[in-house]
């Protein structure tokens, strides 16, 4: 049993504060914006810098319901398999690689792009932005029907080129080297472990408990009953896993530490949950000229104050026992036991457990309603007069006939000059 240096705990510290901070980053970018106090703000013709902030996208949300939940290790293990038997079938682990490098790079540019999107975004402000990068609306329409939009500042398609090149740096790290790949790899994983929390989202708490205890039993399973695990990922040199140096050389894969993204994404999902939980009670007692202020948050301080813990003793156990540990074995249970203490402690168990996230949904625009033919006092829409006029009061009409200053009064004038008109035709 080696003692720990100096190099190996930076780099045990640096790997634990990167998963970390990803999982902030990515749990505060998948919280809803609330609505705002439209009572607050009397002129609508002049906007405030809030109401020009708006994402360049609209990104539609995933959510992981608890049925799936409990099939996600049955599912994991399926696709691990299948990578493991391509990599005994093939026999080939450069042609692997290079095929996953492909895939996973074309993917990650526009992992990339919403990434540091998001991050420009928020170092800058959005009055910064409002101000000094002009905004645009691209949009796409088949015939009356729109089929894609696009809002946009420059700012935004000024990060666009620079989201191609670790995609491309590292699709072309031929011959391979192991420096490269862990700086461009990294990118390419932070950005997918920042997107995967940003965009998918627990149904519940419920859903959490449930894939966190499934994949509890997975790992330990796959790491200690196997090696299936430990090869596939020694093997494959893709975006999957997150490195930290041990030394200056990072030459060869023992001069770093070695995390994978799983890992991280897993009991981010539920961190994240434990944040949006956070929120709802919030809104739910606060008024609406408050929503927008911050707010208590117990569960994801807990919860989120659990991981490095619970991964640095991971990584001591690892050290110690020179034996690859199941990351998931001290995660899942840190997590959930610090959720539940603090629900525990403050009397709202049973409200945690029945709590369930509110979706936005997507709106199909071949599932609305069509719209109907106005019909106004027996006038047939193919005739309509040129006035359009609202539904009338018969009560509230006959009243006010002779008022012009009344809205019944102006309606009914207007409907009989339209009479007139047509008369006259």
């Known amino acids: 049993m080696s003692p720990i240096t100096q190099e190996l705990a930076t780099a045990y510290g640096g790997l634990t504060a990167l998963a970390t901070a990803i999982i902030y980053a990515g749990s505060f970018a998948s919280l809803k914006r609330p609505p705002k106090d439209k009572a607050s703000q009397p002129n609508k013709l002049i906007p405030s810098d809030e109401d020009e902030e708006s994402d360049d996208e609209d990104e539609l949300e995933e959510y992981i319901d608890s049925e799936t939940a409990l099939w996600y290790p049955v599912l994991a293990s399926v696709v691990l398999l299948g990578l493991w038997a391509v990599i005994k079938w093939l026999d080939d682990p450069e042609l692997i690689n290079l095929i996953g490098s492909v895939m996973f790079g074309l993917t990650g540019i526009g992992a990339v792009y919403s990434t540091a999107n998001a991050f420009v975004r928020w170092a800058l402000g959005p009055t910064l932005i409002n101000k000094v990068f002009p905004k645009y609306n691209l949009t796409l329409t088949q015939g009356v029907r729109e089929v894609f939009e696009w809002k946009f500042h420059t700012v935004s398609a000024i990060i666009i080129p620079s989201s191609v090149l670790p995609s491309i740096l590292f699709v072309l790290n031929r011959p391979f080297e192991f420096k490269r790949f862990a700086i461009n790899g990294g990118i ?76 991280v994404v897993v009991p981010g999902f539920f961190i994240a949950q434990a944040l949006r939980f956070d929120q709802a009670r919030f809104l739910a007692s606060a008024p609406v000229s408050r929503a927008r202020m911050p ?16 991964l640095l003793g991971t990584m001591g156990i690892m050290h110690y026992t020179n034996h690859p540990q199941p990351a998931l074995l001290y995660l899942s249970p840190a997590c959930l036991l610090s959720f539940f203490l603090v629900a525990a402690v403050r009397g709202e168990v049973k409200e945690a457990w029945d709590w369930v996230a509110e979706r936005k949904e997507a709106i199909d625009p071949d599932k609305l309603p069509e719209a109907q033919p106005i019909v106004a006092d027996g006038v047939h829409a193919g005739h309509a007069p040129d006035t359009l006029v609202p539904p009338i009061d018969n009560a509230a009409a006959a009243s006010g006939t002779e008022d012009e200053g009344t809205a019944s009064g102006v309606a009914q004038k207007t409907r009989t000059g339209g009479k007139k008109r047509r008369g006259g035709q």
């Open 188 to 263: 390419l994983a932070i950005s997918f472990g920042f997107n995967a929390l940003k965009l998918v989202k627990l149904e519940s708490v419920r859903t959490g408990v449930y894939l966190l205890v499934g994949l509890f039993f997975y790992d330990i399973w796959w790491v200690f009953g196997t090696s299936v695990m430990v090869d596939v990922a020694t093997t494959l040199n893709l975006p999957i896993k997150l490195l930290w140096p041990k030394n200056a050389r990072m030459t060869l894969p023992g001069d770093f530490v070695l995390l994978g993204l799983g890992d």
């Open 295 to 310: 707010f208590p948050k117990p569960y994801f301080t807990a919860t989120l104050l659990s991981y490095p813990v619970a």
